[in-house]
């Protein structure tokens, strides 16, 4: 019995980090998928991880996007805050023009483990991790 509660343990813990671990891919997914898009010129798709109803129009999002081609990124910071059911995804960015700026973007759980954009700050090299 003594050696069965260690391994208990054991399984208990891995279990709750791999859980957290799928919740942090799961709500960095849709920044991924965006900026993914957006590096294909797709800019359209890009648009489409954000939530409906974001502060940040369309329109405006694709000229944006279409002055800020995305050449690179890595996505390296995810804080979430699991009561609120929100969360932050920051990187870095290379533009095609070779420029290295941070990325920061403002995320939203709409189901369970479904998250989509909610806002994202414009290319700022001052928004760039410190780690990076």
Not at 6 to 17: D, E, Q, R, S, Y
Not at 37 to 51: L, M, Q, R, T
Not at 57 to 67: N, S, T
Not at 72 to 78: D, W
Request: charged share 25%; hydrophobic share 40%.
């Amino acid at each position: 019995m003594k050696k069965i509660l260690p391994l208990v343990a054991v399984i208990l813990v891995a279990g709750l980090a791999l859980s957290g671990c799928a919740m942090f891919k799961a709500a960095k997914a849709p920044v991924k998928d965006c900026l993914t898009a957006w590096k294909k010129g797709d800019f359209e798709k890009a648009y489409s991880y954000f939530v409906e109803g974001t502060e940040v129009p369309k329109d405006e999002f694709i000229e944006y996007a279409k002055e800020n081609e995305v050449k690179k990124f890595s996505l390296t910071h995810i804080s979430i805050s699991g009561s609120e059911g929100t969360g932050e995804v920051r990187g870095t960015v290379t533009l095609k023009g070779g420029e290295k700026t941070g990325c920061l973007f403002c995320i939203k759980e709409v189901s369970e483990d479904v998250w989509m954009i909610q806002t994202m700050e414009q290319f700022d090299p001052s928004l760039i991790p410190e780690s990076s």
